[in-house]
């Protein structure tokens, strides 16, 4: 018999039995109208019920907000809800040290071990807010902690994630710089340079190696998961990332780890995020516990797992992308191929995050320009370092959203063929 946690449960199936017709949703912290939650809706949807298209709205495929995954967690309430009490985890201490979760690490270091993309045994783990943190917490941990020696170089190859460079510049230290792209790099010693290598990429989905020798490399595998790549081995790097964000979805919940071989990198590392924030949100913890316990509960590969679902989804909205696009002589897509999955156990269609879009056309320099006069909001191919005849299109967001981008491609692809 429920007593104290009753009245919380209770209001969160009342807001979730909310109708948003499909195309928004209400949340338990939304606002109050009347005193009543209301719905929050897609982009393009209004009304109280969310039930209106918003004719000539842009399909937005710019930013990689993971909300594919939402339907599954709806599929998956009871497994995937936590109650928080008043009185959980006040102390800025957690049981484990360094503000870690000790279940929380050890469920990683299952999940990452039943998936078979990442060696942890005889590894460090440090969780981060997102692996946004994360990612300057390692260019910290890897750059010369005296002022003395010359600052560290950080690179990326191109197209690459905007965000190892704008953080970098953003931040400003005298420990390290943003060199730019390793193509550009001469035979310069390496050993002071910091290279991301993102595996699978950050825009164009491709696995990815070291191109300096000798760097200090950031393994950035947020996309790592049977969802978007077959995963060929298991990953192996001196310094890995990894986030809830593209594995459950939870964007919103800022939850991200690394996976550090060298135990001094790691206390760098730590006191980095001891002195940044004092460690991750103990709810947070709590939440992303709740999740990988969900997962590793599903039977492996199974159609109704999360694997199994994210990877039916995003194979399938590639291959709908792919099949209108190759109709076009105006666009074209990165090249995919079909490879074996060690985790599936088989040979897997590509479906990837995001497509990395070319307009072919000679006059058509400014891809995002053609796509936003098509009612398409992309990402600019400069953002990734690459030429503006380069966009970049998220498919990895809501299903009204991924509809309406086909809806306006299609209408693209029409209209170059009148
Ligand atoms: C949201 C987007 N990227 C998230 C991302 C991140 C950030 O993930 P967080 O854990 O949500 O902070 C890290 N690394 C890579 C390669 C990423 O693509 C985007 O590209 O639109």
Request: one cysteine or more.
């Amino acid at each position: 018999e429920l007593s104290w946690s009753s009245r919380a449960a209770t209001e969160a199936e009342a807001v979730a039995a909310l109708s948003c017709s499909g195309h928004g949703s209400a949340f338990v912290d939304g606002i109050l109208v009347d005193g009543k939650h209301v719905c929050e809706c897609n982009a393009c949807y209004r009304g109280q019920d969310c039930s209106e298209f918003v004719q000539g709205c842009a399909a937005d495929a710019e930013s990689g907000d993971p909300l594919f995954l939402e339907p599954y967690w709806r599929q998956h309430a009871a497994s995937s809800a936590v109650v928080v009490a008043g009185w959980h985890r006040m102390s800025y201490q957690t049981d484990g040290d360094y503000f870690i979760s000790i279940e929380l690490e050890r469920h990683i270091r299952r999940l990452h071990s039943h998936v078979g993309n990442a060696i942890t045994d005889g590894r460090f783990i440090v969780f981060g807010a997102g692996s946004t943190q994360l990612i300057n917490a390692a260019v910290h941990a890897l750059s010369p902690n005296s002022s003395a020696s010359s600052p560290a170089s950080v690179v990326a190859s191109v197209p690459y994630y905007t965000v190892y460079r704008t953080q970098t510049e953003f931040f400003n230290s005298r420990a390290y710089e943003w060199k730019g792209v390793t193509s550009k790099m001469g035979g310069e010693v390496a050993a002071n340079f910091i290279e991301f290598v993102t595996s699978p990429n950050n825009p164009d989905g491709r696995l990815q190696q070291p191109v300096l020798q000798g760097s200090s490399v950031i393994y950035d595998h947020a996309y790592y998961w049977p969802h978007f790549s077959a995963v060929k081995a298991p990953a192996d790097g001196d310094l890995m990332l990894f986030t809830i964000s593209k594995l459950t979805g939870h964007a919103g919940s800022r939850f991200g780890w690394a996976i550090v071989k060298d135990e001094g990198v790691y206390r760098r590392m730590l006191s980095y995020l001891g002195i940044n924030t004092m460690g991750v949100s103990r709810d947070t913890h709590l939440r992303s516990l709740k999740l990988l316990k969900a997962m590793l509960a599903e039977e492996r590969g199974a159609a109704g797992s999360i694997f199994g679902f994210a990877f039916s989804t995003m194979r399938e909205r590639w291959h709908k992308l792919n099949k209108l696009v190759s109709s076009s002589d105006r666009f074209s897509l990165q090249q995919m191929r079909p490879e074996y999955c060690s985790y599936f156990g088989k040979i897997r269609d590509p479906s990837p995050a995001y497509a990395w879009l070319k307009c072919e056309k000679e006059e058509d320099r400014n891809c995002h320009a053609v796509l936003r006069a098509g009612g398409i909001i992309s990402r600019a191919g400069y953002k990734f370092g690459a030429d503006n005849r380069y966009a970049r299109l998220s498919l990895i967001r809501s299903q009204d959203d991924f509809d309406l981008l086909m809806q306006r491609m299609g209408a693209l692809v029409t209209k170059e063929k009148a």
